[in-house]
């Protein structure tokens, strides 16, 4: 069978879940009144220390909303160059909010304060006004990468100083806390909001959380209703998203570890380019500029051995580790690339 490595989005529900979600007390959301969706609401603001939370219907939606509750039409927003609000949401920022994104390049995905202070806009009526500043933990593009501690508390502080917020695009932020051993909470503490995937690592089917105070959460929700967001008994899928943070949380270091077998491999492999050292959770990309097979070819020979994976611009490939696949298809396949490419 194909080991996919394309996206850790792919898992489907196991048996357990599937259990949990057919056990599933519901009632009528848009009404408040499921009480799954309450329990995961309760259980992930806790999580994080934040005073309440939303569930939506997936990670754009949250980042979409998250924008549209802190900013208004012709502010400005910072967020980095290859985040997935600016690269990958079809534009829902501006299309929606009318916000002007506002990029800037930045090693591993991490900004700088530095970086970001010297963009704040002055108050200059030609100037649309800088609100929010974007940061995005795990870093998708850049690999998985973890933001270093003290340059996210720094982040943190200085904006709010400024008057900006802070908005965390913390899809696989449960990755970051496994993989460094902060708490949820701790690195929520220096920012105002957090939009969480269920449907990443975790292996849920669908959904995510807004995680806020309680004014931010009360705008998301007429927001995620205007978006035509609402749900009615979605107290099933809640049920996944519950049972996924009990029983799939901390089995992410297994993924972390596999996507080290998987690097090593490619470390391997002449003209390809990647330091196992610098893959911190569960994101492998390898650059093949070196590598005189094409990236469709790359992939296509990788796919007769049953081994998919995914092209990230190019001369970028990705390959994710996650709950459906074993460390012995991982070990399978680092053998296959060893033994097509090395
Ligand atoms: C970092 C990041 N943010 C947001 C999203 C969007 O999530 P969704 O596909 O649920 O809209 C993704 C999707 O893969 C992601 O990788």
């Known amino acids: 069978m194909a080991m996919d490595f394309r996206s850790d989005t792919l898992t489907k529900p196991t048996p357990a879940m599937r259990e949990a979600m057919a056990r599933a007390e519901v009632g009528d959301d848009v009404f408040d009144e499921d009480p799954s ?3 995961l609401q309760d259980e992930v603001a806790g999580l994080f220390g934040k005073e309440a939370a939303l569930f939506v219907a997936s990670g754009t939606m949250a980042n979409v909303a998250a924008v549209l509750a802190q900013t208004s039409p012709g502010t400005e927003v ?3 160059e290859g985040c997935h609000i600016f690269q990958y949401e079809a534009g829902s920022a501006a299309a929606f909010s009318g916000v002007q994104l506002r990029t800037i390049e930045a090693d591993r995905g991490h900004l700088h304060w530095a970086d970001i202070a010297a963009r704040i806009r002055s108050d ?4 649309p006004p800088t609100v929010l500043v974007c940061l995005e933990n795990t870093h ?3 690999g998985g990468t973890i933001y270093p501690r003290a340059v996210w ?3 943190g502080k200085n904006a709010h100083a400024r008057q900006l917020r802070v908005h965390v695009d913390g899809a696989r932020i449960w990755n970051a806390a496994v993989a460094s051993g902060v708490s949820l909470r701790d690195m929520a503490a220096p920012v105002d909001t957090l939009s969480v995937c269920l449907s990443k690592g ?7 959380l807004l995680v806020g105070d309680s004014e931010f959460i009360a705008r998301a929700r007429r927001w995620r209703k205007r978006l035509g967001g609402g749900m009615r008994q979605g107290g099933i899928l809640a049920a996944a998203g519950l049972h996924a943070l009990t ?3 901390d089995r992410l270091a297994d993924d972390h570890e596999n996507a080290q077998i998987l690097a090593r491999a490619w470390a391997d492999v002449p003209g390809a380019t990647i330091d196992p050292a610098r893959v911190e959770t569960n994101i492998v990309i390898v650059e093949v500029a070196g590598m005189e097979a094409s990236d469709d070819a790359i992939i296509a020979a990788l796919g007769e051995r049953d081994v998919r994976l995914l092209g990230m ?3 970028r490939l990705r390959m994710v580790t996650h709950l459906d696949v074993s460390r012995d298809d991982c070990e399978r396949a680092a053998a296959a690339v060893r033994e097509l490419f090395a």
């Open 140 to 142: 998708n593009r850049a």
């Open 153 to 155: 508390d720094e982040i």
């Open 247 to 249: 029983h799939h949380r």
């Open 37 to 39: 969706i309450h329990a």
């Open 313 to 315: 611009g190019p001369r």
């Open 78 to 80: 910072i967020c980095e």
């Open 124 to 127: 200059d009526i030609h100037a």
């Open 202 to 208: 975790l292996g849920a089917p669908v959904g995510s």
